[in-house]
C-alpha cells in the first residue's frame, strides 16, 4: 500500500516507550514508511498529542509512572480517531481487561515481537485510521448525530449454557432491549438468521469450547454485530485472543451490576447502530483470522457466511 496516497502525507506514528533503544528500533524499522514520532513515556507522549494529529500510538505496557493501558485510556480521549496497538511482554489481566474496555485497542502485540507481524499489524492500522477519517468526512453534521446518538434497541443476544446466567442478564436488561437466549452455538445462529439482533453477549466458552472462533467468525463477515464477554474466569491470554481475532467490545467479570451492564450494552448499540450507518468504520474492527482446520470451521463459516442480515443497512 502506498502510504501517501491518500493524503499526500506520510502517516504519523507515535511509538512509546521507557527504554530508548527500543525508541531507536522503532525509528530504524518505520521511519521509510511512516513520520515517526518518540516519546519516552506517557506524560510526554500525550504532551505530544495534545499538539500532533498521530494516525497510530503504540505503546509498551510496562512503563514507570504511567503504564500503557492507563496511556491509551486517557489518548482514547484526547485522539479518538487514533489507532492504539498496546505492546505486553507479560499477563496483567487487570490492565488487559482495562485496555479492551477504556483503552478499546486495536491489537495487543506480544513482546518480543515479529517485525513482519509488527508492520502488517500497523499498516492495517493506518489504512482503518485513514478509511475512517475519510468516512467520517464525507457524513453531514446530520448524519453524523445519527450515526452517535441514535434511539434504535435492537436485539441483544444473550448465550451461555447456564440457564439461570442468562435470566439474570436477561432480568437486568430486559425493560429496556429485546432479549433473545442461546445455550449452543447453533440455537445462536438460528436467532441471528430470525431476529434483528446487534449485540451478542456471551460467556467466554460454549460447548466446552472457547467462543472466540465464533466471534472470530460473526466480526470478519458480519462486522456490524458487536460482542461483550461476561465471564466468571479468564485469564489474560483468552482476553488478548478475544481482541486480536474477535474485536470484543467489552470484556466484563461475573458478577455484573445492573448499572455496569446497562451502560455497557448501550453503547454496545451505540457502535452497532454506527457501523450500520458508516460501514467503512468495521476496518477499525478488523480481525486477525485463526488459523484452523477448514474442516474445523467450514460449517461454522459457510452458516455466517450465508446469514441474512436483518437490518436495512445491509439488506440491499
Excluded: C
Aim: hydrophobic share 40%; no cysteine; charged share 30%.
Amino acid at each position: 500500500m502506498d502510504n501517501e496516497s491518500q493524503t499526500g502525507s506520510k502517516p504519523k506514528i507515535l511509538f512509546v516507550d521507557d527504554e530508548q533503544r527500543i525508541l531507536t528500533t522503532m525509528r530504524m524499522l518505520f521511519r521509510r514508511d511512516y513520520d515517526v514520532i518518540l516519546a519516552n513515556g506517557g506524560e510526554e507522549a500525550l504532551e505530544k498529542l495534545r499538539h500532533d494529529q498521530v494516525d497510530v500510538i503504540v505503546s509498551d505496557q510496562r512503563m514507570p509512572g504511567m503504564t500503557g493501558y492507563e496511556l491509551l485510556r486517557t489518548a482514547r480521549n484526547v485522539q479518538p480517531n487514533a489507532m492504539r496497538i498496546l505492546l505486553t511482554g507479560y499477563a496483567d489481566l487487570n490492565a488487559i481487561i482495562g485496555s479492551i474496555n477504556e483503552g478499546e485497542i486495536f491489537r495487543f502485540v506480544s513482546k518480543p515481537w515479529s517485525n513482519e507481524d509488527l508492520r502488517n499489524t500497523i499498516a492495517k492500522a493506518v489504512e482503518a485510521s485513514r478509511t475512517e477519517a475519510a468516512a467520517t468526512g464525507r457524513l453531514s453534521n446530520e448524519q453524523q448525530e445519527l450515526v452517535t446518538g441514535s434511539d434504535d434497541k435492537p436485539g441483544v443476544l444473550l448465550l451461555d449454557e447456564e440457564a439461570d446466567n442468562r435470566s439474570f442478564m436477561a432480568d437486568m436488561l430486559g425493560a429496556d432491549f429485546s432479549i433473545y437466549e442461546a445455550d449452543t452455538i447453533a440455537g445462536a445462529l438460528d436467532l441471528l438468521e430470525q431476529k434483528e439482533i446487534g449485540v451478542v453477549i456471551s460467556d467466554l466458552r460454549i460447548e466446552g469450547k472457547p467462543v472466540v472462533e465464533f466471534l472470530s467468525l460473526l466480526k470478519r463477515h458480519q462486522p456490524h454485530l458487536v460482542s461483550i464477554i461476561v465471564t466468571n474466569r479468564a485469564d489474560a491470554h483468552d482476553a488478548i485472543d478475544l481482541i486480536n481475532h474477535g474485536q470484543v467490545y467489552r470484556f466484563l467479570m461475573k458478577p455484573v451490576r445492573e448499572a455496569m451492564a446497562k451502560i455497557n450494552v448501550r453503547s454496545a448499540v451505540r457502535r452497532h447502530s454506527a457501523l450500520l450507518e458508516s460501514p467503512e468504520e468495521s476496518r477499525r474492527y478488523e480481525v486477525e483470522e485463526i488459523q484452523q482446520p477448514a474442516t474445523e470451521t467450514s460449517g461454522l463459516l459457510e452458516r455466517i457466511k450465508g446469514m441474512r442480515s436483518m437490518f436495512r443497512a445491509n439488506a440491499s
